[in-house]
């Protein structure tokens, strides 16, 4: 079991996200984070930071995100790790809540 980033990340990437993954699971790309099932340990601590409520349990993705558990597993193994902070995308308070954004992800 793992944790998965959702449709809500893309066009935000606040990042808060990463500065308390004690399994250092963040990959990151151009404009979303991927966890790396693989590392991910199941602790739930990245949920409460994420500002953009991006994050959740794989068996308990709100309804239509479930294609993002294989883009999670996907995406992490193309991507760097990122294990600090960042100043979220200059536009991401504008996209925070806007929904079905998975056309504009970029890898
Ligand atoms: Fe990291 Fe825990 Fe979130 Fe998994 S659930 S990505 S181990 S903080
Ligand atoms: Fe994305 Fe939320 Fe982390 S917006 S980068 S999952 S803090």
Redesign the pocket.
């Known amino acids: 079991m793992?944790?998965v980033v959702t449709d809500n990340c893309i066009q935000c990437k606040y990042t808060d996200c990463v500065a308390?993954?004690?399994?250092d699971?963040?990959h990151e790309g151009p404009n979303f984070l991927a966890?790396d099932p693989v590392d991910?340990?199941?602790?739930?601590?990245?949920v409460p930071e994420c500002r953009a409520n991006a994050i959740f349990q794989e068996d308990e993705l709100p309804a239509g995100q479930e294609v993002f558990i294989i883009l999670n597993e996907d995406l992490a193994k193309q991507w760097p790790k990122i294990t600090e902070v960042k100043p979220p995308l200059a536009d991401a308070q504008k996209w925070n809540g806007v929904a079905d954004k998975l056309d504009m992800l970029q890898n």
Do not use: E, S, T
Not at 40 to 46: P, Y
């Open positions: 793992a944790f308390v993954c004690p399994a699971a963040f966890i991910c340990i199941d602790c739930g601590l990245c």
